[in-house]
């Protein structure tokens, strides 16, 4: 079962993947937009995202090729998955 909040070890560890998660509940992006968007660096949220992808909390929503044929992971909030204790809300009820 995941924990509540995600673990760290740091309060700014911890402020900064608050900040990447409220950052995609609005949308999915790309480090580099969160980067930007966060005033972090791309290797600061890349390592928090890595965290937060081992504790759980994000996934590869999917990815982007630019015209450079570069590949790029856009990250997302990662949905709950469904259990025999938690039914499907279109059930009887």
Request: proline share 0%; net charge negative.
């Given at each position: 079962m995941k924990p509540k909040y995600p673990l760290a070890q740091h309060p700014l560890v911890a402020h900064d993947m608050?900040?990447?998660l409220?950052?995609?509940q609005g949308q999915p992006g790309t480090t580099?937009?969160?980067?930007?968007?966060?005033?972090?660096t791309v290797n600061r949220v890349n390592g928090l995202l890595r965290q937060?992808?081992?504790?759980?909390?994000v996934q590869v929503d999917h990815y982007r090729t630019y015209r450079s044929g570069a590949t790029v992971n856009v990250w997302a909030i990662r949905e709950p998955e469904k259990t025999a204790e938690q039914p499907d809300s279109c059930g009887p009820g």
């Open positions: 608050d900040s990447i409220t950052y995609l580099r937009e969160m980067a930007h968007a966060l005033r972090l937060l992808d081992a504790q759980g909390w």
